[in-house]
């Protein structure tokens, strides 16, 4: 096994959506500066845009609203348990990204009279701004990487964010390909790994059919914890409104504007508003629940004009492979429903709120150590918050690194981990990943799916322990297995995560994220906090509260209850 | 441990006779790396059934011999 070692100023893990542009950023700032991107796949086609977007959900654009405004709403959306300053950032600089990808190529909805073309998906304000021709954003962010100077390693996995003296001093990883141990030192890391998208086990069985990029498995969760930062409302889970089995956005956030939205088997609304939230999935879960289901996204109702129009769109961007999936099963918008179900559960601070803690400037508690994206504590962040925090952690990294040195990694450090990421080949007649993973994904369903219940999470949280001995059984037989088996390492981790937090949160809060039945009300008093999570000294997984920094937009909550059932 | 292999329906299908021996345009963009190339032919396989139909094989492809389908468990 050869081991390759490299060197930068900035260290950029996961080349996606804020992974590209944090390097950009950063070469932007200092253009002699050395940024190296680190990414799994290949940067042109990875991550949650590798085939584009149908549409920005969080654009903030003057004259439509305000970052107070859009503050405001996902406070509300979010039950009050947010950090306003970060959420303020998505809104102050959305504006300013989406201009700058529009002079790199990237086109956005215009009305007639040239201005972008906001719609209303949200509760009160307008902030999805359509992309009917965004298939080919990641291709865009790729050139503009090489346009930078931004220096790119494909097709390498980071394992380990190294750590000295309470600072990251870079990361290592393999070669998913030619098995290579790879060191790299670096005077700031900036982990963009994106969502857990591989928690919970779609109801198709298939491990990679699921809503968020497969590669994305938590890596960076893993990585942030063992790092010794602190991640924060794990409990507040990730669960989408999906097209049953395909598990991808069926998408009202597209056809909703057009006038459809979502209906219950009888055709009628039992939602007000279509905007994906806790609340709403609650709602979905006990309209599934009341006899009244399957529940589909509408859209028979509209003309044949309009349907086409809402094909245009969802058949060439984000996930167009839902046109044959209709296709396969003689389905057609003009005549069918688009029959949905509750996905099940993973992590991600893009649509609800769990993630790895950062403030203001994407730092995490571990100095040098940034995080943006998906996997970042910036509830609802979506598309455009990766992009904003990208740049926040690409900019501010760079004022951190200067005047740094490079720090010689621990010998101790590097055995012990490539111990763990090589020991899968030493067994090639090992359990295969997928039987693995089947297993930990199914106990994931089993016994942490919402609603929760104090017993069966116990009993998850033992079988989750005891999952490390049955990670030493896994086996690989060449590189590209043993990338799996590493991901299974990562979704043990979050698996954990889950379990102790959804513990430790005693009351309910998000909606259906995050439903205790021995605790089913909200409890202000006590939890109005959040709930952080940490590895402690001696190794354990700790958790504590932190409480909410004072809000800088005024937001009455006893009054502005977020309520979209239809009653 | 004993091993069995067992056979799967994989998502992927290359028509091989457009797929051109020197091109590796599907291999290099797939997000799961789940292509290769097989050594005795030249041409391009689906080697892993770990697909996430999500298309930058077939849309890159320059000859067009690539059909993704949904994945049988889903279809
Ligand atoms: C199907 C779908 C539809 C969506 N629709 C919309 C929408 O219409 N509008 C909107 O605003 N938002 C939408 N979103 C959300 C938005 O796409 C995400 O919030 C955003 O793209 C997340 O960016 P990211 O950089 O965190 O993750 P990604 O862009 O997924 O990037 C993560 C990167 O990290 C790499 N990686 C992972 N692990 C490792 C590792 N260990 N080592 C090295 N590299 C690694 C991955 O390969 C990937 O390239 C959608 C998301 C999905 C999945
Ligand atoms: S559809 Fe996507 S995951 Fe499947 S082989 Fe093609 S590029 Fe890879
Ligand atoms: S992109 Fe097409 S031609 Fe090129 S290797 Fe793949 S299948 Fe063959």
């Known amino acids: 096994m050869n081991t390759q070692h490299l060197q930068t100023d900035f260290l950029v893990i996961g080349g996606g959506t804020a992974g590209t542009m944090a390097g950009i950023k950063a070469k932007q700032a200092n253009p002699d500066a050395d940024v190296l991107i680190l990414e799994k796949a290949n940067i042109r086609r990875s991550g949650a845009i590798a085939m584009g977007m149908d549409g920005v959900n969080t654009a903030v654009i003057p004259g439509n609203s305000t970052p107070e405004q859009y503050v405001?709403?996902?406070?509300?959306?979010?039950?009050?348990?947010?950090?306003?300053?970060?959420?303020?950032?998505?809104?102050?600089?959305?504006?300013?990204?989406?201009?700058?990808?529009?002079?790199?190529?990237?086109?956005?909805?215009?009305?007639?009279?040239?201005?972008?073309?906001?719609?209303?998906?949200?509760?009160?304000?307008?902030?999805?701004?359509?992309?009917?021709?965004?298939?080919?954003?990641?291709?865009?962010?790729?050139?503009?990487?090489?346009?930078?100077?931004?220096?790119?390693?494909?097709?390498?996995?980071?394992?380990?964010?190294?750590?000295?003296?309470?600072?990251?001093?870079?990361?290592?990883g393999f070669d998913v390909r030619k098995g290579d141990f790879v060191v790299i030192q670096a005077k700031a890391v900036v982990l963009c790994t994106g969502a857990c998208g591989r928690l919970g086990?779609?109801?198709?069985?298939?491990?990679?059919?699921t809503y968020e990029n497969p590669t994305n498995a938590g890596d960076g969760y893993s990585m942030a914890y063992h790092a010794g930062a602190?991640?924060?409302?794990?409990?507040?889970?990730?669960?989408?409104?999906?097209?049953?089995?395909?598990?991808?956005?069926?998408?009202?956030?597209?056809?909703?504007?057009?006038?459809?939205?979502?209906?219950?088997?009888?055709?009628?609304?039992?939602?007000?508003?279509?905007?994906?939230?806790?609340?709403?999935?609650?709602?979905?879960?006990?309209?599934?629940?009341?006899?009244?289901?399957?529940?589909?996204?509408?859209?028979?109702?509209?003309?044949?004009?309009?349907?086409?129009?809402?094909?245009?769109?969802?058949?060439?961007?984000?996930?167009?492979?839902?046109?044959?999936?209709?296709?396969?099963?003689?389905?057609?918008?003009?005549?069918?429903?688009?029959?949905?179900?509750?996905?099940?559960?993973?992590?991600?601070?893009?649509?609800?709120?769990?993630?790895?803690?950062?403030?203001?400037?994407?730092?995490?508690?571990?100095?040098?150590?940034?995080?943006?994206?998906?996997?970042?504590?910036?509830?609802?962040?979506?598309?455009?918050?990766?992009?904003?925090?990208?740049?926040?952690?690409?900019?501010?990294?760079?004022?951190?690194?200067?005047?740094?040195?490079?720090?010689?990694?621990?010998?101790?450090?590097?055995?012990?981990?490539?111990?763990?990421?090589?020991?899968?080949?030493?067994?090639?007649?090992?359990?295969?990943?997928?039987q693995v993973e089947y297993k930990l994904r199914r106990y994931v369903n089993d016994y942490l799916q919402p609603p929760k219940s104090p017993t069966k999470m116990d009993i998850g949280l033992a079988a989750f322990e005891r999952y490390h001995e049955t990670l030493d059984l896994m086996g690989a037989q060449d590189p590209h297995e043993l990338m799996r088996c590493m991901e299974v390492h990562f979704i043990r981790d979050c698996a954990e995560m889950a379990a102790r937090a959804s513990l430790y949160r005693k009351e309910s809060r998000w909606g259906l994220y995050h439903y205790r039945l021995d605790y089913p009300e909200k409890n202000n008093e006590e939890w109005f906090c959040h709930a952080n999570l940490k590895k402690s000294e001696t190794g354990e997984m700790e958790m504590f509260k932190r409480p909410v920094s004072p809000y800088m937009v005024e937001v009455n909550l006893q009054q502005e209850v977020y309520d979209v059932a239809v009653r | 441990m004993a091993l069995a292999t067992q056979r799967v329906d994989v998502p992927v299908i290359v028509d091989e006779s457009k797929c051109l021996e020197k091109c590796k345009a599907c291999i290099e963009v797939c997000p799961l790396d789940v292509l290769v190339k097989n050594p005795e032919t030249g041409k391009a396989y689906m080697k892993y059934d770990e697909c996430w139909f999500c298309l930058p094989c077939e849309k890159e492809c320059p000859t067009n011999a690539i059909t993704v389908q949904i994945p049988f468990l889903l279809r």
């Open chain 1, 230 to 434: 602190e991640l924060t409302n794990i409990e507040c889970f990730q669960i989408n409104p999906l097209i049953k089995d395909y598990n991808g956005p069926a998408c009202a956030y597209v056809a909703s504007p057009f006038g459809a939205y979502t209906a219950n088997a009888e055709g009628n609304r039992f939602i007000s508003c279509d905007y994906w939230s806790g609340q709403m999935m609650l709602e979905t879960w006990k309209e599934l629940n009341s006899g009244k289901g399957p529940v589909h996204l509408k859209m028979y109702h509209l003309d044949d004009d309009t349907i086409s129009e809402i094909e245009r769109v969802l058949w060439a961007n984000e996930r167009p492979s839902r046109e044959r999936f209709h296709e396969g099963r003689g389905e057609d918008y003009r005549t069918d429903g688009v029959e949905m179900n509750i996905s099940e559960i993973g992590l991600c601070s893009g649509h609800s709120a769990s993630g790895v803690w950062v403030n203001d400037k994407a730092e995490t508690t571990v100095p040098g150590l940034y995080a943006a994206g998906d996997m970042a504590s910036v509830p609802h962040n979506y598309m455009i918050g990766a992009f904003v925090s990208g740049r926040l952690s690409g900019i501010n990294a760079m004022d951190y690194v200067e005047g740094l040195e490079h720090v010689e990694p621990d010998p101790e450090f590097l055995a012990t981990e490539k111990a763990r990421i090589y020991a899968p080949l030493d067994r090639p007649d090992g359990v295969p990943h997928t």
């Open chain 1, 201 to 209: 086990l779609p109801a198709s069985g298939y491990l990679y059919g």
């Open chain 1, 72 to 172: 405001r709403e996902i406070t509300i959306a979010n039950d009050g348990v947010l950090e306003q300053k970060n959420v303020y950032q998505t809104g102050r600089w959305g504006f300013e990204v989406i201009q700058e990808l529009e002079s790199w190529g990237v086109k956005f909805q215009k009305d007639h009279e040239g201005n972008y073309d906001l719609k209303q998906v949200h509760r009160v304000g307008k902030y999805v701004l359509p992309m009917p021709e965004g298939k080919d954003l990641k291709k865009i962010l790729a050139r503009q990487v090489k346009r930078h100077k931004v220096r790119v390693t494909n097709r390498v996995m980071a394992t380990r964010v190294m750590v000295k003296d309470g600072r990251a001093i870079g990361a290592v």
